[in-house]
C-alpha cells in the first residue's frame, strides 16, 4: 500500500477536509495565522475581477472578429458595370470562385427566371464575400 | 541508464529524511497515550489518507473516522505550523 512518502502522505490527510464543517476549516485556518473572513473577502473580489474580465475579452473579441469581417467586405468593391458584372457571372459558373460559389449561383438562377442588374450584382456580391470569407479562414488554418 | 545523485541531489535528499523523521517523531509524541490516534497516525505512515479508507482499515464507523480525524489535524496543524515558522 505504501508508495509514497510520509510528509506527502500528511499533507494529502491534511488536504482531504472530508467530514470537516465551514467552521472547523476557519478555526484551522485562524490557527495558521489566516484571517479567514479577509481571505474571503480577497478570493471572493479575485472571482468577480475574473468572471468581468472573461466577459469584456469575449466582447472585446466579438467586436474585433465583426471589424475583421466588415474591412474585408470594404475592401471588396464591386464595379456594378454591365461586362464587368456578365466575366464575373461567367468567372463563377466555369468554378473559377469554387465549386461552393457555382453551386449556389447555379441554384441562384433556378430560383429566378428573370435577373435584373441589381439581382446579379447582389448575388455576386455574396459570392465574393463568401469566397473572401473561405479564403481568410484557409489562412487562419 | 541511473544517473549517480550529484552531492547536491544527496545533501537535498538527506536534509528531506531527516525533517521527515522529526515530523513522525514529534507527531508520535503528541498521539501518545491516544490509542485512535496512534492508530491513524500508523494509517497515514501506510499512504491510507481518505476517510473510507481509514474506515476499512481499522473498522471504524465514519463519525468515529471524522472525529479522530479533526483531533489528528489540530495535533498536527500546531506541529507543522511550529516547524514552518522555524
Known amino acids: ?9 500528511l499533507y494529502d490527510f491534511m488536504a482531504d477536509t472530508e467530514g470537516l464543517t465551514k467552521e472547523d476549516i476557519i478555526s484551522e485556518l485562524e490557527v495558521s495565522g489566516v484571517d479567514a473572513k479577509s481571505l474571503g473577502k480577497k478570493i471572493s473580489k479575485l472571482v468577480n475581477r475574473c468572471s468581468e474580465d472573461r466577459r469584456l475579452a469575449w466582447r472585446i473579441n466579438a467586436k474585433q472578429k465583426r471589424a475583421e469581417i466588415e474591412d ?14 456578365k466575366q464575373k457571372m ?3 459558373l466555369s468554378g473559377g470562385y469554387g465549386i461552393e460559389a457555382s453551386s449556389y449561383a447555379e441554384a441562384y438562377f433556378r430560383k429566378k427566371g428573370e435577373l435584373s442588374e441589381d439581382d446579379i450584382a447582389s448575388l455576386i456580391k455574396d459570392l465574393e464575400n463568401l469566397n473572401l470569407l473561405e479564403e481568410n479562414g484557409n489562412k487562419k488554418e | 541508464m541511473d544517473q549517480e545523485p550529484s552531492v547536491e541531489e544527496q545533501l537535498i535528499s538527506k536534509e528531506k529524511e531527516e525533517k521527515e523523521k522529526k515530523l513522525k517523531a514529534e507527531l508520535a509524541v503528541a498521539v501518545k497515550g491516544d490509542e485512535e490516534l496512534e492508530l491513524l497516525l500508523m494509517c497515514i505512515e501506510d499512504g491510507i489518507v481518505k476517510a473510507e479508507a481509514i474506515a476499512l482499515e481499522t473498522n471504524w464507523d465514519i463519525t468515529r473516522v471524522y472525529n479522530a480525524n479533526k483531533r489528528f489535524r489540530r495535533l498536527a496543524l500546531k506541529i507543522l505550523n511550529q516547524s514552518n515558522s522555524m
Open chain 1, 1 to 9: 500500500m505504501k508508495n509514497k512518502d510520509f510528509t506527502t502522505s
Open chain 1, 72 to 85: 474585408l467586405f470594404k475592401s471588396n468593391k464591386v464595379t456594378p458595370s454591365f461586362t464587368n458584372l
Open chain 1, 90 to 92: 461567367l468567372d463563377i
